[in-house]
């Protein structure tokens, strides 16, 4: 006898449709909501950031024999900060990189709102950084002793001086590719625990292999500088800031752009601009969505509000 239960997993046409209108609920959220939210997604991923120096950096015994495996501990505790950030429903940057171009693409909304939204969330992002950074690590005084604060030091000296300008680019697109694959996966995943497990897998590679993400190096360079790094403000928005945000931006490309490509080719935005206007997918105009189920995508596919041809994107 056949399952009634719906399958655990998304199909890929499904997450296609439900990024755009995720698009769309982005859109038509007040700009103090998204601040708001991006600055509370910059202290999330701080958190991760910060668990993962003290498993690095304390851990400089093992690092003599060890390196790849003290990598791999960095690496392996840092996803619970986009782990936090996806299940809370936050604003980040990298992942907006995926989803706002998916929508503007398709026609959902306007491009106007892609820039308006980036600025929001990064400026978000950054005060949840910097505000950690500064008040919840360096003056608690939690990492001021030694090997914590000379690794705070040498890691961000590692990431915002040490490397070339084209090196730092090219490790936010290795970043942001394997990032916004997680938020995809996450996306697919029903259950709390597939999302873990979809988040933390590609997370984990990327800070394994020392690739670039722009708010986790909002935190982690600000707090090198903080305890005594030879490195200017200027220094890190030249060098890294602005390298690896336009890295992310290509890696997040890297995976929407074959996602509509492959999964939403005949897509049209009409019906979800029609649902978002009757109230079907925002919540008396907060910006949330009416049921966080994602059985409601497929019944409002199945019932003509996503346009999109089956036989091409399966």
């Excluded at 690092?63 to 809370?88: D, E, R, Y």
């Excluded at 997680?182 to 590679?205: E, F, L, N």
């Excluded at 005949?266 to 978002?276: L, S």
Aim: with cysteine; charged share 15%; net charge neutral.
């Amino acid at each position: 006898m056949a399952s009634l239960d719906p399958p655990s997993t998304l199909k890929p046409t499904q997450v296609a449709v439900a990024m755009i209108e995720h698009g769309v609920v982005k859109h038509r959220t007040r700009a103090d909501i998204v601040f708001f939210k991006s600055v509370a997604a910059g202290v999330m991923l701080s958190f991760g950031g910060l668990l993962s120096e003290i498993v690095a950096g304390g851990s400089g015994g093992i690092n003599q024999s060890n390196p790849g495996l003290v990598k791999f501990f960095g690496g392996a505790v840092f996803p619970v900060g986009l782990i936090m950030i996806v299940l809370q429903g936050q604003e980040l940057l990298t992942s907006n990189m995926m989803i706002y171009p998916m929508a503007c693409i398709k026609g959902a909304v306007p491009w106007w709102g892609l820039p308006y939204n980036w600025i929001i969330v990064t400026f978000g992002n950054l005060c949840g950084s910097l505000f950690f950074a500064a008040v919840l690590t360096k003056y608690t005084g939690i990492i001021s002793t030694p090997p914590y604060d000379t690794y705070a030091v040498t890691f961000a000296m590692h990431k915002a001086a040490d490397p070339e300008w084209h090196q730092i680019f090219l490790r936010g697109i290795g970043c942001n590719w394997l990032v916004c694959v997680a938020v995809w996966q996450a996306a697919g995943a029903r259950d709390t625990v597939s999302k873990i497990v979809a988040i933390w897998v590609p997370i984990m590679i990327f800070v394994t292999c020392g690739y670039d993400h722009v708010v986790a190096n909002m935190f982690s360079v600000p707090l090198g500088i903080l305890f005594g790094a030879d490195l200017t403000v200027a220094q890190y928005i030249r060098k890294s800031l602005i390298a690896a945000y336009l890295g992310n931006i290509v890696g997040a490309l890297l995976v929407a752009l074959p996602a509509l490509y492959f999964y939403a080719p005949d897509y049209r935005p009409a019906g979800v601009m029609g649902a978002a206007e009757e109230g079907e997918v925002l919540n008396n105009g907060t910006g949330e969505r009416v049921s966080s189920d994602r059985s409601s995508n497929e019944k409002r596919a199945g019932a003509g509000v996503y346009e999109v041809d089956s036989k091409r994107s399966q």
